[in-house]
T-cell receptor, first 112, second 115 residues
Framework: QKEVEQDPGPLSVPEGAIVSLNCTYS??????FMWYRQYSRKGPELLMY????GNKEDGRFTAQVDKSSKYISLFIRDSQPSDSATYLC????????????FGQGTTLQVKP | DSGVTQTPKHLITATGQRVTLRCSPR?????VYWYQQSLDQGLQFLIQ???????AKGNILERFSAQQFPDLHSELNLSSLELGDSALYFC??????????????FGPGTRLTVL
């Protein structure tokens, strides 16, 4: 079993829809949780990060972490065709290394 | 553009061969990370260097090795290549030694094809 599980999709939604992306994990040592976006043929770029449990909002994006359930989510409001990409969750335990454990990634397509 | 450069963009080689992938981090970044991305395994951490020293290691094969030079650029050496080594190899860099908030900026990747 992988440390981080993420449904690869693909997920197809109409423009303007609310998108929910999720990951589950098994390692209770994870403290930092991140969402990366990867466009086709590009490197991943950081969208948001959250420390421990709670919510964080940035424009149309909201990240949620529920450590008791070992479950994290990314919500995209008013989705746009430009949001079409692969979204990867990533996490790491507290400490001083940058070893990130990534989910498989969910491919999202937003149709105009 | 993240500011991280990787060369070459594409590499096609044969089984049993050895290749070197090069990465230049963003100006001022001291950490360099190497990741492998394949369809079946996803994005996997290989190794991290911080200011020339190995900082963290993932499931990096013994046939693979890396180093970070005094000018902070890094090279990933892959030897005795197998078909299964075909993948996208990403380099990332960050300011500090890791943890958060220490954003990792990813380069555009090198696509390796082993025939």
């Amino acid at each position: 079993q992988k440390e981080v599980e993420q449904d690869p999709g693909p997920l197809s939604v109409p423009e303007g829809a609310i998108v929910s992306l999720n990951c589950t994990y098994s390692n209770s040592a994870f403290q930092y949780f991140m969402w990366y976006r990867q466009y086709s043929r590009k490197g991943p770029e950081l969208l948001m990060y959250t420390y421990s449990s709670g919510n964080k909002e940035d424009g149309r994006f909201t990240a949620q972490v529920d450590k008791s359930s070992k479950y994290i989510s990314l919500f995209i409001r008013d989705s746009q065709p430009s949001d079409s990409a692969t979204y990867l969750c990533a996490m790491t335990p507290s400490g001083n290394t940058g070893k990130l454990i990534f989910g498989q990634g969910t491919t999202l397509q937003v149709k105009p | 553009d993240s500011g991280v450069t990787q060369t070459p963009k594409h590499l096609i080689t044969a089984t049993g061969q050895r290749v070197t992938l090069r990465c230049s981090p963003r100006s001022g970044d001291l950490s360099v990370y190497w990741y492998q991305q394949s369809l079946d395994q996803g994005l996997q951490f290989l190794i991290q260097y911080y200011n020339g020293e190995e900082r963290a290691k993932g499931n990096i094969l013994e046939r693979f090795s890396a180093q970070q030079f005094p000018d902070l650029h890094s090279e990933l050496n892959l030897s005795s290549l197998e078909l299964g080594d075909s993948a996208l190899y990403f380099c990332a860099s960050s300011v500090a030694s890791g943890g958060a908030p220490d954003t990792q900026y990813f380069g555009p990747g090198t696509r390796l094809t082993v025939l």
